[in-house]
């Protein structure tokens, strides 16, 4: 079975919310993402979305964006992300499912046949694709099915229900649930509507679905555990390693601490 149906399976027997931290490949370097994936399991990420940097980001905000920027300065290669993911996914013991998160365009660039499969043979258990259209989404979908590879698509609060439709059936895995409409980055408040865009979704699939863009504080992952099956938390996590800027035992250290403090409310 692949990784991300047994773990929410896992999950939904002990009625928890899974929580996924995004992380920048080669942020600043792929030697420190080599050091953190580790680290952050331990602090107790159940998976993680794993973002291929791109120099032209479609719906990243600011903080995702300089981190891709870091990644690109040290002139990062797609063949060290897999490389590094292979090694972390082969660590004895490894239990958190990797998911990589990569525009369409550079998945068509290589293939999608191609990334699929380096994908797989690197560990990664699906693929969070952002930008493609769900009209294009099928063949994609079919690919990824014939070879238990997860796609998971993002529905936003402007998807129309028709089109929801499509999204969660092209989707495998879980959901990604786009709390706001914009980009990504840390917000004060989520939407009160996102609650019924949940429940609607609840009617549509019985996929897990997992909501992030905005999430930043333990408080909002409480509020989320009700009506999520996952938290994603990107700009926020990612800030810290800005933060700490060339004090890279630092940046471990908070984006560790502050990876079990947004856990914690889940139990
Ligand atoms: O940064 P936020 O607001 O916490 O949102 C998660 C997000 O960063 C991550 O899932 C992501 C990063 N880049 C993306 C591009 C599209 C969709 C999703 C993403």
């Known amino acids: 079975m692949n990784p991300i149906d047994s773990l929410f399976q896992r999950l939904r027997a002990q009625k928890r919310a899974a929580f996924m931290p995004f992380l920048t490949a080669g942020d600043p370097d792929i030697a420190f993402t080599r050091e953190l994936l580790p680290a952050v399991a331990d602090a107790g990420a159940d998976l993680m979305e794993i973002g291929f940097p791109f120099s032209d980001p479609i719906a990243d905000g600011p903080v995702i964006q300089a981190s891709y920027t870091r990644a690109l300065n040290h002139k990062l290669k797609i063949a060290d992300v897999f490389a590094a993911l292979r090694d972390t996914a082969a660590r004895p013991n490894w239990s958190a499912p990797l998911v990589s998160m990569a525009s369409y365009s550079l998945m068509f660039k290589m293939g999608p046949t191609a990334f699929i499969e380096a994908a797989q043979k690197s560990g990664v258990s699906g693929a969070v694709v952002p930008d493609v259209p769900v009209e294009e989404a099928e063949e994609l979908s079919k690919l990824a099915r014939d070879r238990d590879f997860k796609l998971i698509l993002l529905v936003t609060p402007t998807t129309s229900p028709e089109r929801a439709a499509k999204v969660v059936q092209a989707c495998s895995g879980f959901v990604y649930v786009v709390s706001v409409v914009g980009i990504t980055g840390a917000r004060e408040a989520l939407p009160s509507a ?13 996929l897990p679905l ?12 409480r509020d989320l555990k009700e009506i999520a099956d996952g938290v994603i938390v990107g700009s926020a996590v990612v800030k810290k390693l800005e933060a700490a800027g060339a004090d890279r035992a630092k940046g471990l250290e908070d984006v560790k601490r502050f990876v079990a403090e947004l856990r914690a409310p889940l139990g």
Do not use: I, K, N, W
């Open 194 to 206: 996102l609650r019924e865009q949940l429940a609607r979704l609840r009617t549509m699939t019985d």
């Open 210 to 221: 997992c909501v992030g863009f905005g999430v930043s504080r333990p408080e909002q992952v």
